[in-house]
C-alpha cells in the first residue's frame, strides 16, 4: 500500500492539475482520473468507481460541478463507502466555505472512520482567468449579481499547496483547513485591478440575480447549474464568508497569496492577452 497511487479525482480541474503535479516533483506516484482519462471516473455514472479507486491509498477528491448541488452528499456517501471497503486510508476533500450542501459532505467524511481532512475555500482567484469568468474579462465587461459584499478570493496555488501538505504529512490529518486569501475584496475591486494590470478597459456591472439567472437560461445552461449561480451569488454571498480565514498558515507556516500576486502570475501566463481571442472564439 506504501508505494501504492495517490488517487486525484478531477485531474483536469483547477486544483486536480496542480495537485498532481506537485505530487509528482515530490515522487509520489498518482492515479489522476476524470471522465476523460483511462480508467475513468464520472460523479454521474458509478460504473467505472471501483477500477478507478482500487489499488490506490489515499484520495483528493474535487466534486464537479459543486458540492452546494443537492445530489452531491449522497454521492460522497457513495464515494467514502467504497473508498473503505476498497482499504484507503485517507480522504482530502475540496469543500466550499459556507455552503450547507458541503458541510454535509464534509461530515460525511469526518464521520466515516477513516483519516480525513476538508480544505474549506473562498471563491477562486482563478475564477476570473481559468473559469466562468474569463470571458466577462477579455470581453471588457463582466456583468454579475455581486455588489458590495466582500470575499477573501483565495488562490488555487495554495489550495494545492495546503492539499498537499495534507495528502504528506500524517501530522496534519484529521482537520479542517479553512483557506482563503488575506484581504477580502468586492468583485468591482477585483475587476478594476485586473483592468490596471491587463492595461485594457474592463468594466464591472452589477446586475438583478433574476437577469443573471435568465441570461444563462437564454443560452442553454441547465437547471442544476441555474440552481447553483442562485444558491451561490443570493445565498451564500451575504458577507458569511467576508473574514479572512487562517488555513494557508496553518498547514503551510507561511501566509495566503495575495490578489497582486495572483495579477502577477496571470499577465505572466499571457492568460488575458486579448491577443489570443481569435483562437479561444
Ligand atoms: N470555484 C470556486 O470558487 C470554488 C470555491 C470553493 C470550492 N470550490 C469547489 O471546487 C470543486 C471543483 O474543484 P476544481 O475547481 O479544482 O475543479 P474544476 O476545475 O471544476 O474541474 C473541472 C474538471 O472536472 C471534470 N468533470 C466535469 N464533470 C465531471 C463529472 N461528471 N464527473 C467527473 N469529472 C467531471 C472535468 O474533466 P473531464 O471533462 O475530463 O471529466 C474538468 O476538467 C467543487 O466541488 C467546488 O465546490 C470551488
Redesign the pocket.
Known sequence: MKNSPILII?K?????LRVEQRLRALGYATRGV???TEPG????DQGNWHEALAGTRSAYI???P???IPSAEQSIRDLVALAAELGLQHLVL???RGEAG?RRAELVLEESGLDWNVVR????MQ?FSE?FMIEGILNGELMLPAGAIVEPFVDVDDIADVAVATLTRPELRNRVFAVSGPHALTFAECVAAISEATGYPVKFTRIPIESFIEGMRAEGAPDELLWLMRELFAVVLDGRNSSPTAGVEEALGRPATDFTEYLRKVMAAGTWDRSGMQQRA
Not at 475555500?121 to 477562486?124: G, K, L, Q, T
Open positions: 478531477g483536469n480541474g483547477k486544483t486536480g476524470s471522465r476523460s471516473f464520472d460523479w454521474e474535487t466534486f464537479h459543486d458540492l452546494a475540496l469543500s466550499g458541503a475555500a473562498n471563491w477562486f475564477n473559469s
